[in-house]
């Protein structure tokens, strides 16, 4: 097959799921600040986003597509997240929960987990929504996270790929080999 064949399938399924999702367009930044705001989604179009994004964002990387995994991470843990804490918050309307609180929190956890970074996961979102009225509960869930994909996954989204390219990193002290002669 033809170099381009690969980038031309992924683009034509990107753009028929588009056709019928036009959520799934752009780096999913957008979809996180407009949940965050308080937009109201219906939950089959979140969940609908979130089955898209994780599909299609691999596919895309792996056909050959230049892109980040950052910006759907953002939008697929804010959209879980919203999706969990409106089902919780019907189940206990009393408690009077906020699923955009359940969408910052789901979203850090995701960025801690995909990217093995829990500190990056606790501190973009809390930087990016200028609210620290849920610093613990961020991080506990970047931590719960972090350890949950250490044990499944031992490379973040960014060294997965890693060894399949003949590259083994182990943990511990970098050394540098010197060339011989």
């Known amino acids: 097959m033809p170099y381009w064949t690969k980038p031309a399938i992924a683009g034509l399924i990107v753009g028929i799921v588009g056709f019928w999702l036009p959520e799934i367009f752009g780096t999913g930044l957008t979809q996180m600040e407009e949940i965050f ?11 609908a986003l979130v ?3 994780t599909i299609l964002t691999p ?18 843990g804010s959209a879980l997240g919203y999706v969990y804490g ?8 009393t408690l009077g929960l906020s699923p955009i609180a359940f969408a910052m929190v789901a979203t850090a ?3 801690a987990g995909t990217f093995h970074a829990p500190l990056f996961g606790a501190m973009m ?30 490379g973040s989204a960014y060294t997965f790929a890693l060894p399949g390219a003949g590259v083994h990193l182990t943990p511990g002290t970098f050394t540098l080999e010197q060339p011989q002669g």
């Not at 989604?41 to 969940?47: D, G, S, V």
């Not at 509960?137 to 931590?143: M, S, Y």
């Open 125 to 154: 979102i809390l930087e990016m929504t200028n609210n620290y009225l849920f610093l613990v509960p961020i991080l506990l869930a970047v931590g719960i996270a972090y350890a949950l994909a250490r044990r499944f996954q031992p």
């Open 37 to 47: 705001s308080g937009t109201v989604f219906p939950i089959t179009t979140l969940l």
């Open 86 to 93: 409106a089902l919780i918050a019907q189940l206990f309307p």
């Open 109 to 111: 956890a995701m960025l």
């Open 59 to 76: 596919t895309s990387l792996g056909s050959g597509f230049a892109g980040g995994v950052i910006g759907p991470a953002l939008a697929i």
């Open 51 to 53: 089955i898209a994004k």
